[in-house]
Structure formats: C-alpha cells, structure tokens
C-alpha cells in the first residue's frame, strides 16, 4: 500500500493501548528488514532517517525506497525524519514525502525551541498530506547524529511545561525525556514511571520515547502501558546489521558481493524487528490500519 500518515497509526496505537516501532534505516537492505518484519507481524511500521543518514544519501532517495518497499507490504508503513535539525531539512522532506517529520529543539531554551517547531508545524500544515509534527521537551542523554549531550546534562520532561509546549506548538506527537539515552548504556537505565504518567495526564497528543536500544523488554513495556504509543531503535539495528556483515565476511575472506553479505545482515536486522514489535504489542494490527 502506499505510505501512510503517522498521525493516525499513533492515535490508532493511542486508542488500543499499544505502540508504533519506530526504526532507524542506513540502506535499502535494512528498511526491506524492517518492512518484511512489519509484514510477518501484521503490524504497522515507522521508517526513520536522521540528518546523518540524509548527508549519506538525501531524503528523495530514501523516500522513494520507502514507497517502493511500502508498495509491497499489505502493513501500512510511513517514513519518519528523525531529529531533523532545521526547518529547511524538514521541509525539504515533507516535499520529497516524507509522512512524518520530528524537528529537535531540545537543547534550545523553551521559547527558542517552541518558535522553531511552530515554523515546522506550520510548514507541515501547508502541505497536501500534513504530514505529522513530533517533537522534544527535555534532553536525553547520550549521542544521537551531532547531538551528545554529556552525563548530568540531560534534563527530564516537566509535565507543566509538556501540556503548554503542545498547545503553543500545536504538534501531533512529543517525546519525552525520562530516563532513556541515546546510544549503548554501560548500566541498566531507571525509567521515571511516575513522570511518564504524569505527562500522560496533561497532554493529549501521543507520547514518543527515544534512546529505547538496550532498554530492558519489561521497562519498555511498562512505558507503553502508561501512554507511549511510539518506541524508537536505531543503535542495535545497526549493530546487528555490521556484526552480522563482519561474520559474513569474516567466514569468506574472498567474498565481494555485496549482496553475500547484505544478505546475512537484511535477516538479522529483521529478526530483531520482530522481536521489538512483538514487544511493543503491535502484532496483528492489521486490522487498524487507516
């Protein structure tokens, strides 16, 4: 089917109590992983792309993989700019069709970054499909593209400010800072449960939680239970892909096709994708699409 807005695949996931994975794709062999994973699953999926990703190859490209790919699958899939760093980037994936974008004024102050994702909404706004606005209040911690943001400078997700933000801004979806990070954790993250539902409770719009790699399945879960209807993975998908490409051709020091070991790392990355949408309660949700 054709690629979907991901407005309404989070207010269906808002409704029934489960959540959207949300994945970051490098090339075309890990966005057909997450796809077939999708399909196998009957769930629905978010491709996403950071600004890294863009630099690599630009947002025509990977839309126009993701609509190929989309084409395929009888799941609705949309296609995600992930912490878009300026309002000329969103826009400029809005008209190569992109269906969702996400624009990151966190580390800004709060009437700099409100300003700047009124501009994008704004943008979207004007646009034939209106594709939907995510973004961020608070700081997570870690590296995600150019943005690290060091130990002790991350800052949670203040519920009053979460509830004014969304109504300034007027977003479709926001993402919370409670204790994830970006990146690999070197010890078990703590999640602030209490806070997630207290955000819960003060905004309508569909809650987002990023840096979910190497967050433990329960935790995950839970999180869902409390409100958040989309789960990002980026950093073990790209993990899984390079360790299963180094086995490959670690295992064949004459190998050269790529498509040898592409191959191994298109299965692993779909392997892990099912996993985390069987985790996030999307499976056999078909049935919802819009």
Excluded at 24 to 50: K, R, Y
Excluded at 157 to 169: C, H, I, L, R, S
């Amino acid at each position: 089917m054709p690629l979907v807005n991901s407005r309404e695949l989070l207010k269906d996931a808002q409704r029934h109590c489960y959540a959207v994975g949300a994945f970051n794709v490098e090339n075309m062999e890990m966005m057909q992983a997450v796809v077939a994973a999708a399909q196998a699953e009957g769930a629905p999926v978010i491709l996403q792309t950071t600004p890294s990703t863009l630099r690599y190859a630009d947002t025509a490209t990977f839309a126009a993989m993701a609509q190929a790919v989309a084409g395929e699958a009888a799941v609705p899939v949309a296609i995600h700019l992930d912490h878009g760093d300026s309002v000329d980037l969103c826009t400029q994936a809005i008209e190569d069709g992109y269906t969702s974008v996400m624009i990151d004024g966190s580390k800004m102050p709060l009437v700099e970054n409100v300003a700047l994702v009124q501009q994008v909404v704004r943008r979207a706004g004007e646009a034939p499909l209106r594709p939907c606005v995510e973004a961020e209040l608070g700081r997570l911690g870690g590296k995600e593209d150019s943005l690290e943001v060091n130990a002790g400078e991350d800052i949670y997700t203040d519920p009053e400010e979460a509830a004014a933000f969304v109504a300034q801004t007027g977003i479709d979806a926001l993402a919370v800072a409670i204790g994830t990070a970006h990146g690999f954790y070197k010890g078990t993250p703590k999640l602030d449960f209490e806070r997630l539902a207290q955000i819960r409770d003060a905004v309508p719009v569909p809650l987002v939680l990023h840096g979910t790699s190497g967050v433990l399945d329960r935790d995950v879960q839970r999180a869902i239970s409390l409100g958040v209807c989309k789960v990002n993975f980026a950093t073990e998908l790209r993990a899984a892909y390079t360790q299963a490409v180094r086995q490959a051709l670690a295992g064949d020091p004459g190998l050269y096709d790529p498509k040898k070991f592409g191959g191994p790392g298109r299965d692993a990355v779909n392997k892990l994708v099912r996993h985390r949408i069987e985790i996030c309660g999307a499976s056999s949700h078909r049935h919802k699409a819009p």
